[in-house]
Structures are given as structure tokens and as C-alpha cells.
């Protein structure tokens, strides 16, 4: 049984992924949080088992995965320690900032272990996620990890030192490119389009300019230059958002986010 610690907006994506895949069925899936409300609509959604307390889940669960928000995990994990030491189930975390030796200092060193970084985009099974294991973790554990990650999505095995700059370019840009969707249909709507059909003309502009790049796996500027006639408005507009300081914009806040990383 794999088991969620923390039935948050990201537990309950990868959940939905689990389960709408095949990949796990609902009675082969347990939560726990301490909010009663979200464990009883993941129940009614999916027939998932539902446990009392964190250790509770921990005993029945040869997988725990650690769905809560960083600042919340020490207090978290602490009363686990024994229990995690004695039935020694693999340990999941898809918490940002926190390597893989904060968990072995505070559980054991050898834990088995695997490092996760999804993002929101999980929700509608198109999430990009990380992981990374520890030495300890089998070839099988690894194996289900990324099993798991692409239910929900696709799925990039990376180097630990590497998931800091991931959680900004896998994490936190789709914050970004809603923004920039958003910020296209607000344009559209000074212009005249009703905001909803803005929205979603945006959208599936930007949806398929992604699918552009990852089946030709031409470079995006090879196609800005495709879209761009000569004399036309692309072309104009491009030149407008370099002007602007666009992609210095986007490099500042990757590097912005970055930074706020190392001090989770």
C-alpha cells in the first residue's frame, strides 16, 4: 500500500494520476492529514483508505509518501522515526528545499529513499516531475517512482545538486506562463475579445507552441524565426518584448526563485 502523509492540492493531483491510470487502485492507496474534510473527499473521489494519524499510516504502508509543506516536515517526521526504522517502507518526499540528507539525518541513514519534484500541472495529468534516489533505494523502489511520476505526467531522473534550478524551470514556471497567457488575453480584451475567448485562444496557443518544441526538438528562436514574415507584426511584437527586457525579466526570476530555494 502506498500511503500520502498531507492531502494537499499536489497529493491529491498525484492521487487522481495514480488511480485515473491504473497504475494503483483506490483501495491500494492510504491518507492522512489533519484536515478531516480533505481526506473525506479524496475517499468519496477514489475509495482510498483513510488513517487516523501519521504513524497509524506508517505501519500499513510499505510506501509513505511525505506530502506536506517544508516548514511543517521535522515536526512531521520526528514522531516517525521509530516506526519508519522498523517497518523500513520507502520513503517518498515532493518537498521543495529539502535534500535527500535532511531525511537520513533525522530518520536514518539508511533509509531508502527517493527525492520527487512535481508541479501543479499534475492536477490534469501533464505535470513534469524530477526524482532522485538515495543509495539506499532498490532498483524496484526507482522503478515505482517513476511509474508513479508518469501517471500524472512525464518524469526526469536528475542529479540532486540539479533540483533546486528544477524546481524553478520545472516548478514554478507554470506559474510564469500563466502569467503570460494571462497577460496576452488581458491585451486581447483592450482590443476588443471577450476575456474567456481570449483565454482560451491563448492557451492553445502557448499548449501547442510547447508540442512544437518537444516533437520537432527544433530551438524555440529557430521557430520565432519561422512565425516571423518579414515586415510583419511577429516580428514586431518580438522586437516590442525585447525591447521591454522580456527574457532578462524571465532570467531574473528564475534566478530570483532560485535563491529563495536555498533558504527553504
Known sequence: MTGFIGAGNMASAMISGLVTSGTLKGEDIAVFDICAEKTETLFEKFGLRVFASAKELAENCERVVLSVKPNMLATVIEPLKDVINEKEPLVISIAAGK???????RLNACVRLVRVMPNINATVGAAVSAFCPNKNATAEDVAFVEKMCRSFG?????????????????????????????????????????????????????????????????????????VCSPGGTTIEGVLSLKKDGFESAVAAAVNAAVEKDKLL
Open 154 to 226: 512525464t518524469a526526469v531522473a536528475l542529479s540532486e545538486n540539479m533540483f533546486p534550478l528544477f524546481g524553478v524551470i520545472g516548478g514554478s514556471s507554470p506559474a510564469f506562463a500563466y502569467m503570460f497567457i494571462d497577460a496576452m488575453a488581458r491585451a486581447a480584451v483592450k482590443n476588443g475579445m471577450p476575456k474567456a475567448q481570449a483565454l482560451e485562444i491563448c492557451a492553445q496557443a502557448v499548449l501547442g507552441s510547447a508540442k512544437m518544441i518537444l516533437e520537432t526538438k527544433e530551438h524555440p528562436m529557430e521557430l520565432t524565426d519561422r
Open 99 to 105: 535534500p535527500l540528507s535532511f531525511f537520513e539525518e
